[in-house]
């Protein structure tokens, strides 16, 4: 367990579901982080949360909505996703978002 | 913005014997250097790290070697045992936009 637990660990849905992925720290951080691996893109940053603030969206389609209620938690919520979605979501949390990163698990995402 | 290149992309190496993998990033102003092991169904754990005041820094089998004139660090594993199978990723701090860039990753083999 690295302090950091995304759940569920696996999922899949279909492409006219609706779904969200969650992220918990216990670190103490204030930065958090979703990033998308696949066999494509290894490490692809998604949205970048700082003190609760969006401050970065890399380029994301509309049907991945980020939430970051608190320092503590962050959310990712899926919606007509497409088959090419499919891969790991990771999450991150890291201190003023200057020092190294520490990831959680993932969550295996499959859309059919 | 940062760029970092990471080689080679697969790595099989003899058990016992040594395992290089080699990082080269773009932004001269990056100060921290990350290197992280993904085992099969988790996250990236943080292994070692280097920042740019040092040139060389160890942990038991691994070091990690800095050069930032010729901007490139590696990742230096000895006696590698088969528990060191894993994906291996570099990363650079880009300052201008305060996050960790990642490189394209290395699969790490060790064959018994």
């Known amino acids: 367990e690295t302090g950091v637990t995304q759940t569920p660990r696996h999922l899949v849905m279909g492409m006219t579901n609706k779904k969200s992925l969650k992220c918990e720290q216990h670190?103490?951080?204030?930065?958090m982080y979703w990033y998308k691996q696949s066999a494509k893109k290894p490490l692809e940053l998604m949205f970048v949360?700082?003190?609760?603030?969006?401050?970065e969206n890399n380029s994301v389609p509309s049907r991945f909505s980020p939430e970051c209620p608190n320092s503590s938690h962050l959310f990712l919520h899926l919606h007509t996703l497409q088959p090419e979605d499919s891969a790991l979501y990771l999450c991150?949390?890291?201190?003023?978002?200057?020092?190294?990163?520490?990831f959680g698990s993932g969550t295996r995402l499959t859309v059919v | 913005g940062e760029n970092v290149e990471q080689h080679p992309s697969t790595l099989s190496v003899q058990e016992g014997d040594s395992a290089v993998i080699k990082c080269t990033y773009s932004?001269?102003?990056?100060?921290?250097f990350p290197w992280y092991k993904q085992e099969l169904g988790k996250g990236p754990q943080l292994i070692i790290d280097?920042?740019?005041?040092?040139g060389e820094k160890k942990d038991q089998r691994i070091a990690v070697t800095l050069n930032k004139t010729a901007k490139h660090f590696s990742l230096h594993i000895t006696e590698t045992q088969p528990e060191d199978s894993a994906v291996y990723f570099c990363?650079?701090?880009?300052?201008?936009?305060?996050?960790?860039?990642f490189g394209q990753g290395t699969r790490l083999t060790i064959n018994p």
């Open positions: 949360y700082n003190f609760k603030e969006q401050t």
């Open positions: 280097i920042r740019s005041n040092v």
């Open positions: 990363a650079a701090m880009w300052q201008g936009a305060q996050k960790l860039v």
């Open positions: 932004d001269s102003a990056s100060n921290y």
């Open positions: 670190l103490g951080h204030n930065a």
């Open positions: 991150a949390s890291s201190q003023d978002d200057r020092e190294g990163y520490t």
